[in-house]
């Protein structure tokens, strides 16, 4: 059967609270830093690069185990795909065989 098309169209299996949870977490966390530190529209690409970022917290997680850094990562992976700091960025949607797997 194929899957519903919508914005939070979840399989009934997947813990859809836990998910809904997450997302509100990435919203507020959106939302405190624009108060905080101004819209991604002035503050990305230039003179940020949210890639830079990623790497970063992706390394903090890794230190610490906190997950905390891992809701920054999905964050500043949204800025750097609706800001992109490359020049050559560009989206086009492969199928499963181009995209690495999963481990």
Do not use: C
């Not at 914005?7 to 813990?15: A, S």
């Not at 507020?28 to 905080?36: G, I, T, V």
């Not at 850094?69 to 989206?91: G, K, T, Y």
Request: hydrophobic share 35%.
């Amino acid at each position: 059967m194929p899957r519903p098309h919508g914005p939070l169209v979840l399989r009934k299996t997947y813990d859809n609270q836990k998910y809904g949870d997450a997302l509100q977490l990435l919203i507020n966390r959106m939302a405190f830093s624009e108060q905080k530190y101004g819209p991604i529209e002035t503050n990305y690409p230039i003179p940020h690069h949210a890639w830079q970022q990623i790497i970063r917290r992706l390394e903090l997680y890794h230190t610490t185990g906190n997950r905390e850094w891992l809701l920054d990562v999905a964050n500043f992976a949204l800025i750097e795909f609706l800001r992109p700091s490359l020049p050559q960025a560009f989206f086009e949607a492969t199928g499963s065989e181009e995209s690495p797997g999963l481990i």
